[in-house]
């Protein structure tokens, strides 16, 4: 299995402010999944991240509101940029691996 | 479009009950569907379906995929208050995408 380090595991900030996720695995995975839940929602996907190329964004999110970084297979950082009260949500991080997907712990964020 | 529709949205039941939850799909190039639970953050996961009528089997968990008609039910019995909680549905295409329903979530009254 793989085992998926996320933090920070909850933050509130101000709105305006931007929040960095960080996802670290503990295999080499080519792909890694960023999805965001709002309350009461499923799981929506926000972006794919590759390590050594650009992103890829799903309808209704924009690199500059979300962008993301993948330096290497193994790590990767999702930025919630200039925070609105809309983007209160759990964040969360997903590789697939094998038969499964396997999620990162978590970050619960509240914009106040 | 690919989708995943479940059903019910939510379901309170008492322990000991019985309970069914349906998970039906429409996704181009299927690989996989998988059911997770999901209490507070992370969801965990329960089982990984690929063929028809298989039941896999997990303790009071069981779940079984009908490829034909789309759809793909989680069954629990002798309900506990520890498996409150959401129960998601996600189907796996052949380019590694995961599509997920929007959950179904279970109340256990003791």
């Known amino acids: 299995s793989a085992v998926i380090s996320q933090k920070p595991s909850r933050d509130i900030c101000q709105r305006g402010t931007s929040l960095t996720i960080q996802c670290q695995v503990d295999s080499q995975v080519t792909m890694m999944f960023w999805y965001r839940q709002q309350p009461g929602q499923s799981l929506t996907l926000i972006a794919t991240a590759n390590q050594g190329s650009e992103a890829t964004y799903e309808s209704g999110f924009v690199i500059d509101k979300f962008p993301i970084s993948r330096p290497n297979l193994t790590f990767s950082t999702l930025t919630v940029s200039n925070m609105s009260p809309e983007d209160s949500s759990i964040y969360l991080c997903?590789?697939?691996?094998?038969?499964?997907?396997?999620f990162g712990q978590g970050t619960r964020l509240t914009v106040v | 479009e690919d989708k995943v529709v479940q059903s019910p949205l939510s379901l309170v039941v008492h322990e000991g009950d019985t309970v069914t939850l349906n998970c039906s799909y429409e996704v181009t190039n299927f690989r996989s569907l998988l059911w997770y639970k999901q209490e507070k953050k992370a969801p965990t996961f329960l089982f990984m379906l690929t063929s028809s009528g298989i039941e896999k089997k997990s303790g009071r968990l069981s779940s079984i995929l009908d490829k034909k008609e789309l759809f793909s039910i989680l069954n629990i019995t002798a309900t506990q208050t520890g498996d409150s909680a959401v129960y998601l549905c996600a189907v796996r295409n052949t380019g590694n995408q995961f599509y997920f329903g929007t959950g179904t979530s279970l109340t256990v009254i003791p």
């Open positions: 997903s590789v697939p691996w094998n038969t499964e997907a396997f």
